[in-house]
């Protein structure tokens, strides 16, 4: 009895594992691309690049090169932020904690990692567009991941 609870915990948590996979690879994807569209219709100033910025070459910044490698980042920290939240915040099933998860996600990257990475101008200087897009943009990121993998594992528990 105690070993087949211990396969079904061992179970659970692969298929936690590989649902946090595909839905940080999705977000990144769909949310790498959709930042994509938005800085070449020139909606914002910031494109992926800035997510490879500290391991990129000067040169290739603002290159479609630089937003190609930014984009394979992106889909990374992503994937880390889909796993972070199927770990400490999945048993919520409401939508707000995912959209207070991509609040704190945009907080984290232009307000913590922006000044210490330089990855772009300072927020106060990047602009109304440029911050209230990529301020909505990590508000569906975090709401994308958030509802998704709630539904997701509320559901198996049922």
Not at 6 to 28: E, L
Not at 97 to 117: E, K, M, R, S
């Amino acid at each position: 009895m105690k070993n087949q609870e211990q396969n079904q915990s061992t179970r659970v948590r692969k298929k936690k594992f590989h649902m946090a996979i595909s839905i940080g690879i999705s977000a990144g994807i769909l949310w790498g691309l959709m930042s994509l569209v938005m800085y070449y219709l020139q909606f914002t100033d910031v494109g992926p690049s800035i997510f490879a910025k500290p391991f990129l070459n000067p040169d290739y910044d603002l290159k479609w090169q630089g937003h190609f490698v930014g984009l394979g980042f992106f889909i990374f920290y992503a994937l880390i932020a889909a796993f972070l939240y199927a770990k400490f915040l999945a048993k919520y099933k409401s939508p707000w904690v995912g959209i207070a998860y991509g609040l704190a996600l945009w907080a984290f990257v232009f307000i913590v990692l922006n000044p210490l990475l330089n990855l772009t101008k300072p927020l106060k200087e990047l602009g109304w567009n440029t911050n209230s897009v990529m301020f909505s943009l990590f508000i569906l990121i975090g709401l994308f991941i958030g509802y998704s993998l709630s539904a997701e594992f509320n559901n198996q528990e049922e």
